[in-house]
């Protein structure tokens, strides 16, 4: 069974699985239109009241992606509720629900967010870096992690906990899709003095990793980082999205200093230090005690994402 089945990540998790011969049950808020072979479980919200008994019947493993996204123009308290509310006590009712049903394994999609927000270019984060989430958002997914693994601790379900970065692919959302807008417009964009390096994740390499989470013996009780092959610099990045765009990169010699102080008087602080901040994941724990390998390259995942773009967004 996989929650969240209805989202970017979601969607393209159940068609990999299924296409590996898994029997896919998605479990949705209500009636959606999906591949006909895929069984749908109606639960609703997901939160500390949502009732699982018939969703798990017969389920031999849960893959949970689904979690509280922000609300546009709600306050931070409500967000912040939210979050507790889906993404800490939805994830322990579903943790206890999957015990008692008889589930085998569950395997959490959390964030690298839990690590914290930027590494140094040179000092990525790793399996063993210690938890230090900075926002509500990443604090909720620490908290959810904690109980999903002191109940696996405790009793036979077998929890495994994968951190990620960011997640692109076809359908992607936010601000992957925005840059891309901005890319195939040739507009400039004032990062070509930008020195960084981030970690990302094609959204099929992020299915194959919890394809390996779902079987593999050692994975139990266990807390992996997983990423692509290869960590770029932003402007690097705008560079090989234009090369699949067709069209020509545009990054202006604009100094950080003064990104970082425009971004502070616009109230845009966060936004721009991910930008030109480095975030570097380091998968090898992932790679070594689960021989587990990304099957698609950057180019690949890009490849496939600009192809959709431009199917989708030309239309």
Known sequence: MVTGATGFVGRHVCA???AAGYRVRAAVRAAAALPTDWEQAIVGEIGPDTVWDAALTGVDAVVHLASHSPVAGASAADTAAAYRRVNVAGSELLGR?????GVRRLVYL???KVNGEATP????FTAETPAQ???????SKWQAEQILRELGASSELEVVILRAPLVYGPG???NFLALLRLVERSLPVPLGLVHNRRSMLYVNNLADAIRHCLTAPQ???QIYLVSDDMDVSTPELVARLAMQLGCKPRCWPVPVTLLRGVGKLLGKSAAIDRITGSLVVDAA???EQLHWAPPFTLDEGLRETVQWYLAEHRK
């Open 133 to 139: 989430p900075e926002d509500v958002y990443g604090e």
């Open 219 to 221: 994975a139990r009780g």
């Open 172 to 174: 992607v959302r936010a």
């Open 97 to 101: 629900a999957a015990l008692s049903a």
């Open 16 to 18: 990999y699985l299924h």
């Open 121 to 124: 270019i040179d000092a990525p």
């Open 285 to 287: 724990k992932l790679r």
């Open 110 to 112: 959390s964030t690298i």
